[in-house]
């Protein structure tokens, strides 16, 4: 495993154990704060409500608004490394792969790439809904059926119904260990909300076409499907700069910079 590759496992299991610790003392009845309070998507949500009405949608505070402009501020910087150097459920989602790796090849359930262009559109019409509803209801609509709040309050959190929590945490999870970051890739409103500002990331991986041989190695490790053997700079703005590529690349030719 090279040092990148390290590196990024230390950073994903600090915030897993973190929020993983914040559910255990809830489901021991220890009195704390949910991972809600700590929550980038909420001050996305919010922010359209403080806009309209002047004030915070249910339990959204001043922290999930300063949360989700500093991930707009590190999206400017950093592209999408939020997402596969912090995010729980990304981890978790590496997670899955990686044990779906072990007995079912990459290719056999893969999702058409006509399929996958379009289901990777649903995610804008996830946030949307969410943000329109949410608004309307002045109340977390999207709370049950999100599969990190679920998760990490063990179904225990504010105002959820088990069964269907469960429902949709299994349906999450079981599709994501199928087809590979599916959550990620197709309905996960945060990333979403961030796209647009990936796409302008001042840190992202560049190519060096002197020393690539063009052996693809690079575009096979990738997550989300992007050739990187085919471009300069990878300006995509799905590119979460996980640097698998960068760590599978034998020859050295790609690196990170402005």
Not at 119 to 143: M, T
């Given at each position: 495993?090279?040092k990148?590759?390290?590196?990024?496992?230390?950073?994903?299991?600090?915030?897993?154990?973190?929020?993983?610790?914040?559910?255990?003392?809830?489901l021991?009845?220890?009195?704390?704060?949910?991972?809600?309070?700590?929550?980038?998507?909420?001050g996305?949500?919010?922010?359209?409500?403080?806009?309209?009405?002047?004030?915070?949608?249910?339990?959204?505070?001043?922290?999930?608004?300063?949360?989700?402009?500093a991930?707009?501020?590190?999206?400017?910087?950093?592209?999408?490394?939020?997402?596969?150097?912090v995010?729980?459920?990304?981890?978790?989602?590496?997670?899955?792969?990686?044990?779906?790796?072990?007995?079912?090849?990459k290719?056999?359930?893969?999702?058409?790439?006509a399929?996958d262009?379009w289901?990777?559109?649903?995610?804008?019409?996830?946030?949307?809904?969410?943000?329109?509803?949410?608004?309307?209801?002045?109340?977390?609509?999207?709370?049950?059926?999100?599969?990190?709040?679920?998760?990490?309050?063990?179904?225990?959190?504010h105002?959820?119904?088990?069964?269907?929590?469960?429902?949709?945490?299994?349906?999450?999870?079981?599709?994501?260990?199928?087809?590979e970051?599916?959550?990620?890739?197709?309905?996960?409103?945060?990333?979403?909300?961030?796209?647009?500002?990936?796409?302008?990331?001042?840190?992202?991986?560049?190519?060096?076409?002197?020393?690539?041989?063009?052996?693809?190695?690079?575009?096979?490790?990738c997550?989300h499907?992007?050739?990187?053997?085919?471009?300069?700079?990878?300006?995509?703005?799905?590119?979460?700069n996980?640097l698998?590529?960068?760590?599978?690349?034998?020859?050295?030719?790609?690196?990170?910079?402005?």
């Amino acid at each position: 495993m090279t040092k990148i590759k390290i590196t990024r496992r230390v950073f994903q299991l600090f915030f897993l154990g973190s929020v993983s610790y914040l559910m255990v003392k809830l489901l021991v009845g220890v009195p704390t704060r949910t991972v809600e309070y700590y929550c980038p998507m909420g001050g996305v949500v919010s922010i359209y409500g403080l806009f309209r009405k002047q004030q915070f949608i249910c339990a959204l505070s001043e922290m999930n608004l300063s949360l989700a402009l500093a991930l707009f501020a590190g999206v400017i910087l950093t592209k999408k490394s939020f997402c596969s150097w912090v995010c729980p459920i990304g981890a978790v989602s590496e997670g899955l792969a990686w044990i779906r790796g072990k007995g079912i090849k990459k290719q056999a359930l893969r999702i058409p790439d006509a399929a996958d262009v379009w289901l990777s559109k649903l995610k804008y019409v996830v946030l949307a809904v969410i943000i329109i509803l949410s608004y309307r209801a002045s109340e977390l609509v999207f709370r049950g059926y999100d599969p990190f709040y679920i998760l990490f309050t063990g179904t225990r959190g504010h105002g959820l119904v088990p069964v269907v929590s469960v429902a949709v945490l299994v349906g999450v999870l079981a599709g994501t260990f199928l087809f590979e970051m599916s959550w990620c890739r197709y309905l996960c409103p945060l990333g979403a909300a961030i796209d647009p500002l990936s796409r302008i990331g001042f840190l992202k991986v560049k190519r060096d076409g002197d020393k690539c041989n063009e052996c693809g190695a690079c575009d096979r490790v990738c997550p989300h499907r992007i050739p990187v053997s085919k471009l300069q700079k990878i300006t995509r703005m799905d590119c979460t700069n996980c640097l698998e590529c960068v760590s599978q690349c034998g020859p050295g030719a790609l690196d990170v910079g402005v």
